[in-house]
């Protein structure tokens, strides 16, 4: 079964940064795509920032400029560099990919909390 972990959610002031990382099956690689999602309560699932091999990234409404998705191949690993976060920025963040093969997988998601 395939499982994606994603680390580094937590507590994190208005302002401040904080880095999501995404444990990705060195068998999914090379990816085709990367995601990042999030979703709040009351909010519908909305696209964060998405990584592809063929263009640059894309990234949600009001988030370029403050979200950075990278892929690192060495170490099978999606981050998520966040940056002058708000409160309106707190969600679960889950991670996607794309594989190889073919198959899209999830992982359960990380909880990041902005405290005004």
């Known amino acids: 079964q395939v499982r994606l972990v994603e680390s580094g959610g937590g507590l994190v002031q208005t302002g401040g940064a904080l880095t999501l990382a995404c444990a990705v099956p060195?068998?999914?690689?090379?990816?085709?795509?990367a995601e990042w999602n999030r979703q709040s309560p009351g909010n519908q699932r909305e696209l964060v920032a998405k990584?592809?091999?063929?263009?640059?990234?894309v990234y949600g409404d009001s988030l370029k400029g403050r979200f950075s998705i990278s892929v690192d191949n060495a170490k099978n690993v999606v981050y998520l560099k966040m940056t002058s976060v708000k409160p309106e920025d707190t969600g679960v963040y889950c991670c996607?990919?794309?594989?190889?093969?073919?198959?899209?997988?999830w992982g359960r998601g990380t909880q990041v909390t902005v405290s005004s």
């Open positions: 990584s592809t091999s063929d263009g640059p990234p």
């Open positions: 996607a990919v794309y594989g190889m093969e073919g198959g899209y997988y």
């Open positions: 060195g068998s999914l690689f090379p990816l085709t795509a």
